[in-house]
Structure formats: structure tokens, C-alpha cells
């Protein structure tokens, strides 16, 4: 076998791409990955999940060291901010991240080649390499795991500087006195949050009437109050009908979503978060006949497999399905696995998602706007932070809840969201007790440990059929 010629090909280096890699080298595949950014981890690793984890924990922290220390009695003086610092550290974090990949895939086999790949044919991707050459590559399997990139404003140019994306808002120089964002989703939300806490005013400009659209809408309301409390400010039912740049900044013309009087609003940095679309630039899909949506999104059957046999698609550039990290490593998994001959699906009602703000929010399964929708009949138990022990002594001000909703008939749990610290954290067991189709009961009847956040996940159980303990 030449050294060119492989059984599986991923095109993109992300979470789909290299945790897919990872398993088809397990599996015995001869396996590749091709990625033209220079470093392993795309867009999560690189200016995505984890840059922003950082920056979250840090701007926390200093926001912790200036409103909250002092109620636990420690006392602060000349407290101060080293933006430099924070974002050298959130650099060091991620080069430790993206070259660790590369580690793993020499220990597992996976040949990394840095470049830019395109499909010629199925079976057949050249590589421009890099360094410089081209290298042609035959495989049995292709994949196309080439993610997603910013969707723009029309009309909107983003310099990165004044009007930024994402990525620029991940490495602004200094601290913006008004930031304005662009739409109320996972990015304005986390990213406003980083800014206002070291200092920014910042304002969320967002279209619909309501902030995390799709997320259940208790939790989406009780989010914004715990923002606002934290001084973010927000217009909704409100569009962006035009950016220009001004004096030390930029101004905004807004207008209410269902038309009326046009205002304009001034800022120092405007970030554009409205969502993210598919990236397929210069990957010869349309010369090889995959067929795309009019979104340009792929449309895979429930193999992976695209309209062309041999060539497959997974993460981001999937239609109809969550932008997330942790659903395109399990893709990319489920994808190998069948590569490999073996058997796999993804539970795709049982995808939790993570919003990092401060309370965290986390959900898996059906809100309370969909059961409703679908006619299903559903118990709900809640249960407070307010009334947890572990949260109290923590000193988490915000409150928030654990809301479980089970099916009337069944208990069999339906939904899980919660809103509170370390929410990301505690939505697990909730994601393992859906997988496993667990009952509220089930849930109930385990032991939690005390004191802990996830007893609060136990009391809110306990309420579904009867009543917490503790409340
Ligand atoms: P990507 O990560 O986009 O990777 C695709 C890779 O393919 C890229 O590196 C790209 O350079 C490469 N590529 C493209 N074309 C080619 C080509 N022709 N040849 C070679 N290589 C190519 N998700 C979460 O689950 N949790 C979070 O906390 C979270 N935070 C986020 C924060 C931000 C600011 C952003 C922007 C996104 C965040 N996401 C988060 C979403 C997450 O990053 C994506 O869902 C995930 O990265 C998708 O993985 P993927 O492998 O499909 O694509
Ligand atoms: P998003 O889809 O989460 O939110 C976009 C928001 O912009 C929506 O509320 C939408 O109604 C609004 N909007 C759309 N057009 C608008 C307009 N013209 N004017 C005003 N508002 C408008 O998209 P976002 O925040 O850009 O994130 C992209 C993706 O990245 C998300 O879908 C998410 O999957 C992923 N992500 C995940 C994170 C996480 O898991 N913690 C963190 C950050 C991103």
C-alpha cells in the first residue's frame, strides 16, 4: 500500500475530524487528517470553546476578587487588571491544548497532514500542503469535517478591530467602554460576559423577543433577569439596520423588529453574533456533485454517508442538528465505528447544552414549549438553589434551579434544566438517567452526597410526583 493511499480521510481537524481520526486509528483503519489551520482542535481548541472557557474563568475571577470577596471577609485593595496577562494565559492554555492532539495522534497512528484538502473524486483528495506541494491522497473514505465560521451581517463588514467577531472578541486589546452585541445566543451572551465583568457596559441588541432562543423558556427569563442584575443591558424585538463606523467607535442604527422609530446607538466595539454557517469554501463539493441545502449545510443519511457513496460528513456542517463540540466528537465516533464494521448511533435527544455564563445554564432533552407543543402530558419538579446548603455556603447570590420534567403516565424523565453554578457540571447525571431512560423516582431514590449542588438535582426529583425535603 502506498504511503498515500489510506481507508479513511478526514478533511478538518476539529472536534468531529480529529476525535474521529483518533477512533478509526483505534479501530485499524489507516487513517489521515488534513487540516489547513496550522494547529490541530478547529474552531473549539482554537478561537471557540476553550479560548472562551478561559477568558469566562478569568474575567470570574477578577469579578469574584472585586464584588464578591468581601462578603466571605476577605478584604482586597489595589486590585488591578493585566489584560496582557489574562490573554497570554488563555494562549497558553490553548497551544498546550491544540499541540496535545498532535501528541495523541502520533500515539495513535493517525498521520496528521497540514494543508488545505480538496475532493477530486470520490476516493481521491489533494492536499496543498502547508510547506509548500501538493499531495494526492487515495482513500476508501473521505470525510468532510470542515466545521463552521462566522455568518456576517449584510452590509456589516467585520474588520475584527472595531466590529468583531467571535475571534476578535477573544483578543481585544483593551477593554471596550461600550460593547455592543449583535444577537442574544451562546457567543453574545458568553463573550458580553467576559467584557462587562472586566468593565465594559455592555448592550444585546437581539431581534426576537426573548434572549437563547429554542432554550426552555423559564430558564431563558430567569438568565436574562441574573444579566441584568449584573448590569448587561437588553433590547429585544430589536434589529441592526445599519453600522458605520465614527469617531472612536462605531453607531448602530437601530429600529424595533416589527418596524417603527430608527435610533442610533454608539459603541466602542460592536460584536456580531447572529450564528454560524457551514464551511465549505474551496472543498470541490459542487464539482463532485454533493449535494448541499440552500444554506450550504451537507445532508448525510443515518450512515453519514452524503448522496455520493465513500464520501461522509459529520459536526458542524450537518443540517437541522446543535453547533456543539461534544456532538461532533460523538459523530465522529459513531461514524468510525461503522467505518470500522461495527455498530453505533447518536442519541440526539440526549445532547446536552451548555450556556457559560454566570449562573451557568444546562439542558438536555424537552422544554417545557416543546412537550407542551406536542400534546405530551408532563409532571415538573423544581427545586431551588436558594434552599440547597452547598450553595448557600459557596455564597452563590443568584439563585437558580433544577427543573425535571417526566412524563405524566410513565415518570419516565423528559427534559432536565438547570440554571446555577456549576450547572455544566451537574446536567451529567441527567443526561446519563435520559440515555438510560431513568424515571424521576429512579433519580430520587439515589444517593447524593451531602453537601453538594447535586442534591438540589435529587429535591427536584423528589418534587416531580411528591414534595422536596428540604423546601
Ligand atoms: P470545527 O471545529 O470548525 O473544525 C473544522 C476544521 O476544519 C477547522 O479547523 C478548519 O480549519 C478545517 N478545515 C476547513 N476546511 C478545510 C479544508 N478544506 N482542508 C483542511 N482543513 C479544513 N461548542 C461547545 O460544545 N461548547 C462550547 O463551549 C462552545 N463554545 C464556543 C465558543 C465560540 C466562540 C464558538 C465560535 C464556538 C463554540 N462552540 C462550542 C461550538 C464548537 O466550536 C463547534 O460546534 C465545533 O468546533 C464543531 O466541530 P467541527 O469538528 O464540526 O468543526
Ligand atoms: P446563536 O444561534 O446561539 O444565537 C444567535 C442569536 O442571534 C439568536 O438569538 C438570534 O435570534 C439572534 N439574531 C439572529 N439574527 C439577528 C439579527 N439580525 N439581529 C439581532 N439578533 C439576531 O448563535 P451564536 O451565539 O452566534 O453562536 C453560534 C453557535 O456556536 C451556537 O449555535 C452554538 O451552538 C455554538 N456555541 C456554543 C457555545 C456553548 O456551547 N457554550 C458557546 C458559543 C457558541
Redesign the pocket.
Known amino acids: 500500500m502506498s504511503e498515500d493511499t489510506f481507508d479513511v480521510v478526514f ?7 480529529y476525535v474521529g481520526a483518533i477512533k478509526a486509528a483505534q479501530l485499524g483503519l489507516r487513517t489521515a487528517c ?4 496550522g494547529t490541530l482542535g ?3 481548541l ?4 476553550i479560548p ?2 478561559a477568558l469566562l474563568q478569568s474575567s470570574h475571577l477578577y469579578h469574584e476578587a472585586e464584588a464578591e470577596f468581601a462578603q466571605h471577609g476577605i478584604k482586597t485593595s489595589g486590585l488591578s487588571l493585566d489584560l496582557k496577562a489574562m490573554m497570554a494565559r488563555k494562549r497558553e492554555v490553548v497551544d498546550g491544548l491544540t499541540t496535545g492532539i498532535e501528541g495523541l495522534f502520533k500515539k495513535n497512528k493517525v498521520e496528521y497532514i497540514p ?4 475532493i477530486t473524486s470520490p476516493g481521491s483528495v489533494q492536499v496543498e500542503l502547508n510547506g509548500g506541494g501538493e499531495r494526492t491522497l487515495t482513500a476508501e473514505n473521505i470525510v468532510i ?4 465560521d462566522v455568518m456576517g451581517l449584510p452590509g456589516v463588514e467585520i474588520d475584527e478591530k472595531t466590529v468583531v467577531s ?1 475571534t476578535g472578541a ?1 483578543s481585544l486589546g483593551k477593554v471596550p467602554k461600550h460593547l455592543v452585541v449583535i444577537g442574544g445566543g ?2 453574545g451572551l ?1 463573550m458580553g460576559s467576559v467584557w462587562g465583568r472586566l468593565g465594559a457596559k455592555v448592550t444585546v441588541v437581539e431581534f426576537l423577543d426573548r434572549i437563547t432562543p429554542g432554550m426552555d423558556g423559564e430558564l431563558s427569563r430567569h438568565l436574562q433577569r441574573a444579566l441584568t442584575a449584573q448590569g448587561m443591558e437588553f433590547r429585544l424585538s430589536t434589529k441592526v439596520t445599519g453600522v458605520k463606523k465614527a469617531r472612536g467607535g462605531v453607531e448602530l442604527s437601530v429600529e424595533p423588529a416589527a418596524g417603527g422609530e430608527a435610533e442610533t446607538l454608539k459603541a466602542n466595539v460592536v460584536l456580531v453574533s447572529i450564528g ?1 454557517k457551514p ?1 465549505t469554501d ?2 470541490g463539493l459542487a464539482e463532485v456533485g454533493v449535494a448541499m441545502d440552500d444554506r450550504g449545510f451537507i445532508p448525510v443519511d443515518e450512515d453519514y454517508q452524503t448522496n455520493i457513496a465513500g464520501i461522509f460528513a ?4 450537518l443540517p437541522d442538528r446543535p ?4 456532538k ?1 466528537e460523538d459523530e465522529g465516533v459513531v461514524l468510525s465505528e461503522k467505518l470500522a464494521g461495527h455498530v453505533g448511533t447518536v442519541n440526539y435527544d440526549a445532547i446536552p447544552g ?1 450556556c ?1 455564563t454566570w449562573p451557568e445554564v444546562a439542558t438536555v432533552g424537552k422544554s417545557e414549549e416543546e412537550l407542551k407543543a406536542a400534546g405530551i402530558a408532563y409532571n415538573k419538579g423544581r427545586f431551588s438553589f436558594a434552599a440547597n446548603s452547598r450553595a448557600r455556603s459557596s455564597g452563590d447570590r443568584e439563585g437558580g434551579f433544577v427543573k425535571l420534567l417526566a412524563d405524566k403516565e410513565t415518570d419516565r424523565l423528559l427534559g432536565a434544566h438547570i440554571i446555577g453554578p456549576d450547572a455544566g457540571t451537574m446536567i451529567a447525571e441527567l443526561v446519563l438517567a435520559l440515555e438510560m431512560g431513568a424515571s424521576s423516582e429512579d433519580i430520587a431514590l439515589t444517593c447524593h452526597a451531602h453537601p453538594t449542588l447535586n442534591e438540589a438535582v435529587k429535591e427536584a426529583a423528589l418534587a416531580v410526583t411528591g414534595k422536596p425535603l428540604n423546601m
Open positions: 478533511i478538518g481537524g476539529g472536534p468531529g475530524g488534513v487540516e489547513l489551520r478547529g474552531t473549539c482554537n478561537v471557540g470553546c472562551s472557557k494543508g488545505r484538502g480538496r469535517a470542515t466545521g463552521s467571535s477573544l451562546y457567543i458568553e454560524r464551511f474551496g472543498l459529520i459536526g458542524d456542517v453547533m456543539l463540540a461534544h461532533a451548555v457559560y
